[in-house]
């Protein structure tokens, strides 16, 4: 019994001391990673002091205008193409028909009615319009 | 035998206790160790409990992420876009002594870096010193090839480069720095302190200029000055409800990525720095006197027959009526003949008074330190009220001009004008004039632009109004006729005015599109139109139908 005692107490005492030297172990490499993201993270952030200085100097409104020019069919709007109303937006489910997204499928039957008034409306509000 | 034996016994006995003495003493000492320990680990113990406990941990439970570290604050404009950043970079320098065939590594360090001359770096490497700067600031392209050289005696220091990734735009709002980071220009002048101040360069300043309006304005500006051949042009944004500044151009201008063999006159910021005699824009201060203190109102009018004569001077009409008119009249088509009656009747003092309460007598408190005192008369006689009355005889800065013109339409504040981006600025306003004349003067404006000579500004769909200025320029003993400064100054939208665009050109020469006309209704009325046309969606400024009620009453008073 006595015996037994010890040899419980020793296996205890060796099992316990292992897995504070595991512990340890795990809490230094835990640590050193840490340490290693906060220092990816002070890099990181000096790169995008950098990254956003390239940025402002490739969207410099002077080469998106060169750009727009050489890649685009783009115009300055003119007042007649700003919208301030949003109700004059054609086409523009209104209400419940909001909620269901038709996707890429083929239009059904009711839409191509349901357009031809969106039409009308439309129309109309052009009258208002300047 | 018996001696023997109990010889050997004795022998034997005393040899047991000398043993015994011998391991009752080594206990002793053993015990005394033990109790020294144990009498320290007490005094530990002791110690402990009567010490405050100490806060330190074995692990850090804060991160601590090292900061990064620039030298100098960035500067952003009002949406957050970097206008003035610092990034690392490396300067090269060499230890002369280490050099042992100075020719040779100055031959081969010349064949990367060819801007360098060779018998200076020969010469700065075979000196007896132990440190001099080759060049200060390479690429990163530049350092490898320095690098791939592999002379031990070439270093690199690392440094800040202050880098303005918009290159020329704003740049003289922004103003440029020197080798070492000292602001010499610009803001980075003015807030040099608090740009290089070591516990707060990682907050930026954030000015209140946009700058895809500085865009819009500086790209329409070198337009109009390259058609009309013109040798400057200045440009002025400004919000009229908060004085902040939203785009600020002078042409012609200059990178402040590098400021080697920039002409002084690049530097020049027109804008704030020179001031100019600026015309007729002026009549609006003299119709906002003159209705503000009840000296004249629309219904009122002048004969505009015949020139007037004053002095030395004659005042004549550019676009000569030769009738009667009435006010909105004199306005709408800039009568200089009846401007200048009006000043009579207001009188120099009142004038005087009021261009000082609008601060045209001072230089403008704007944070730059490039700004222009302006010239006016040292005595007012009769003829400096007639001529002041109409922009001549007085010359101001352009951003003077522009900060007066918005308390004239924004109810009637003047809002000293800002730079930096700050939406309490207006509470520094005083009021100027009524809330009712500035309504007549914003009908006054947008009829001169429906009806009268700014017509070349009208952005269909946001409601401008402006004035239009020409004058000729000051040059030693009179006036020089061939050299105009035509500017215009518009205001948007009319009915709630939000924004005023101010455009001037410096010596523009007319063109076929003009048909030879130079004033400031062909050359910058465009310019300002144009700028309202491609800033105003992005300044938020919807397009409306106008409602032509609001101007119907005086445009009565306007006949063809």
Not at chain 1, 57 to 82: C, G, N, Y
Not at chain 2, 252 to 263: F, H, K, L, T
């Amino acid at each position: 019994m006595r015996r037994m005692i010890t040899i419980c107490a020793a296996v205890t005492a060796l099992a316990s001391g292992a897995a504070v030297l595991q512990l340890k172990l795990a809490v230094q490499e835990k640590a050193e990673a840490v340490e290693a993201l906060a220092q990816q993270i002070h890099q990181d952030r000096e790169a995008i002091r950098v990254l956003e200085a390239e940025w402002a100097f490739l969207t410099t409104p002077r080469s998106l205008q060169e750009k727009s020019i050489r890649f685009l069919a783009l115009m300055p709007p003119s007042a007649e193409q700003v919208v301030t109303d949003i109700t004059r937006i054609p086409f523009r489910p209104k209400g419940i028909e909001a909620g269901e997204d038709p996707g890429v499928l083929l239009p059904t039957k009711a839409q191509p009615e349901e357009n031809k008034k969106h039409d009308k409306t439309d129309k109309d509000r052009k009258g208002q319009s300047l | 035998m018996s001696a023997t034996t109990a010889y050997q016994r004795l022998s034997l006995e005393g040899e047991r206790k000398s043993a015994l003495d011998v391991a009752r003493n080594r206990l002793m000492v053993a015990v005394l160790l033990f109790f020294a320990a144990f009498a320290v680990m007490v005094v530990r113990t002791i110690e402990l409990g009567l010490s405050t406990p100490e806060t330190k941990q074995v692990a850090e439970r804060q991160i601590v992420i090292p900061p990064v570290k620039v030298a100098r604050a960035d500067i952003l404009d009002r949406n957050g876009e970097v206008l003035a950043t610092n990034l690392e970079t490396s300067s090269l320098y060499a230890n002369p002594s280490k050099v042992k065939n100075p020719a040779e590594v100055a031959a081969r360090l010349v064949e990367v870096l060819p801007d360098l001359s060779l018998s200076e770096v020969e010469e700065k490497l075979s000196s007896e010193r132990k440190f001099v700067w080759l060049k200060r600031k390479l690429s990163p392209r530049e350092k490898w090839q320095v690098n791939a050289l592999g002379v031990p005696a070439l270093q690199f220091q690392r440094e800040e480069e202050r880098v303005y990734p918009h290159g020329r735009l704003a740049a003289h709002a922004l103003g440029y720095v020197d080798v070492d980071g000292n602001g010499l220009g610009g803001v980075e002048y003015f807030f040099n302190d608090r740009l290089n101040d070591a516990n707060r360069t990682d907050e930026p300043i954030r000015l209140a200029l946009d700058i895809r309006v500085q865009y819009a304005l500086t790209d329409e500006l070198e337009a109009a000055m390259s058609a009309h051949r013109a040798i400057g042009a200045a440009g002025v944004v400004m919000d009229v409800n908060t004085g902040e500044v939203i785009a600020l151009a002078s042409l012609p201008d200059y990178d402040p990525n590098d400021i080697r063999g920039v002409a002084n006159q690049q530097r020049f910021n027109r804008a704030t720095q020179g001031v100019y005699e600026l015309g007729s824009t002026f009549k609006t201060f003299t119709f906002a006197a003159a209705l503000d203190q009840g000296i004249a109102t629309l219904e009122d009018g002048y004969d505009a027959t015949k020139p007037l004569h004053v002095a030395r001077f004659t005042i004549r009409d550019d676009h000569p009526k030769a009738r009667f008119m009435s006010l909105p009249e004199i306005f709408a088509y800039s009568s200089n003949i009846g401007t200048a009656q009006m000043a009579l009747d207001l009188g120099a003092e009142k004038q005087q008074n009021f261009l000082r309460e609008l601060g045209f007598l001072d230089p403008t408190n704007i944070e730059l330190a490039e700004v222009g005192s302006p010239i006016y008369p040292a005595t007012w006689r009769k003829s400096s009220t007639m001529t002041i009355s109409y922009g001549h005889g007085i010359a101001v800065s352009p951003i003077q001009l522009v900060n007066g013109i918005a308390a004239m339409v924004n109810g009637g504040r003047l809002i000293p004008a800002t730079l930096t981006h700050n939406d309490d600025n207006w509470r520094q306003g005083q009021q100027v004039i009524s809330q009712n004349t500035s309504r007549k003067i914003r009908q006054l404006l947008r009829l001169a632009v429906t009806k009268g000579t700014g017509g070349r500004s009208e952005a269909v769909g946001y409601r401008v109004g402006g004035k239009t200025g020409t004058a000729e320029k000051a040059v030693a003993g009179g006036y020089d006729r061939k050299a105009l400064i035509s500017s215009f100054v518009g205001v948007f939208p009319m009915d709630d005015p939000q924004y005023v665009v101010f455009a001037l050109l410096d010596e523009p020469r007319g063109t076929k599109e003009t048909f030879g006309y130079r004033s400031g209704g062909w050359v910058a009325a465009p310019v300002v139109k144009n700028v309202i046309l491609r800033s105003a969606p992005l300044l938020g400024v919807a397009p409306k139908r106008e409602d032509e009620g609001l101007y119907q009453q005086v445009a009565l008073m306007i006949e063809e």
